[in-house]
């Protein structure tokens, strides 16, 4: 019986080592995914310095003009919407790494009282 418990046990904490892999590769795709967007980010920025550059340079040409701060504007709701889901999916990693920390310090502190238990009751054996 003790045996079926610890090869149970182990198994519990197989499944947990799995678990704990699976999520970091989730989490380094998230980080991958924010540094893509982060990258993007940067070079809307950079476009939009650009524009904005060359909007500065052809003050005479007011239909153009107009044309640039709309290119502007557009890149500029570009870029916000790559901040938001830059800390979107930022906040959605660490919830879901604290939350899983949560979960797995009280599976550990679980499986460390039952295998206290199985060595109380072997010791008492």
């Known amino acids: 019986e003790h045996d079926r418990r610890v090869k149970e046990l182990q198994r519990n904490q197989a499944g947990l080592e799995e678990l704990v892999r699976n999520m970091r590769v989730e989490l380094e795709n998230s980080r991958d995914k924010c540094k893509t967007l982060q990258q993007q980010l940067h070079r809307k920025l950079e476009e939009t310095s650009l524009v904005e550059s060359r909007l500065s340079a052809m003050k005479g040409h007011e239909e153009h003009i107009r044309d640039l701060q709309a290119q502007v504007a557009k890149e500029r ?7 938001r889901r830059i800390t979107v999916e930022r906040d959605s990693s660490i919830q879901k790494m604290q939350g899983f920390e949560g979960d797995l310090r009280s599976q550990i502190r679980a499986l460390e009282q039952e295998l206290d238990k199985e060595r109380d009751l ?4």
């Open 77 to 83: 709701v570009q870029r916000q919407a790559a901040e």
């Open 122 to 125: 072997r010791a008492q054996a």
